[in-house]
């Protein structure tokens, strides 16, 4: 068994010092990350590497235990976004400083993880100041 810590620095390594939901860099951040279980152990998610992502404070109690949002267009529940099997570029693209929806994936997670709060916004802005946005691994519109 890995032991916690060496496990979160893997997770870590992993998403490059990124949230794997809304792509914000933690160098910047005053708050430490978290190791999210994208599948809520509250739920029977275990604790192992392809089910755990590395996500900014606001994702990770944004996400707290849910698993599906609300698509908006048909009103039908769909499965949030998983970083451990979804393309982020499939489901999202940046619209300057906004992340928007491309599926009902995409469309459900910004809302339920409220991605385009006006800090978050904010917190791109200055991200561009120190070349750190848009992240090199996610393609621009």
């Known amino acids: 068994m890995t032991p916690p810590r ?3 620095r893997q997770v870590e390594a992993r998403a490059a010092g990124r949230c794997e939901y809304c792509r914000m860099h933690q160098s910047l951040q ?4 978290h190791v999210e279980h994208i599948m809520p152990q509250s739920r029977g998610g275990r604790a192992q590497l392809d089910n755990l992502a590395w996500a900014c404070p606001s994702c990770n109690l944004h996400k707290s235990h849910r698993v599906a949002g609300v698509d908006l267009e048909t009103g039908n529940e769909v499965p949030l976004f998983n970083p451990r099997i979804d393309n982020w570029n499939v ?3 940046w ?4 992340i928007l929806g491309q599926t009902p994936i995409g469309w459900a997670t910004v809302i339920a993880l409220d991605l ?4 978050r916004i904010q917190i791109r ?3 561009a100041l ?5 992240p090199s ?4 519109c």
């Not at 619209?95 to 906004?98: A, F, K, M, T």
């Not at 385009?116 to 800090?119: A, G, K």
């Not at 120190?130 to 848009?134: D, I």
């Open 30 to 33: 005053g708050a430490t990350f």
């Open 95 to 98: 619209d300057g400083y906004r």
């Open 116 to 119: 385009n709060h006006p800090r």
């Open 6 to 8: 060496e496990m979160a």
């Open 130 to 134: 120190f070349a750190l946005f848009p």
């Open 125 to 127: 802005e200055a991200e």
């Open 91 to 93: 489901h999202f693209r």
């Open 137 to 140: 691994d996610v393609a621009e």
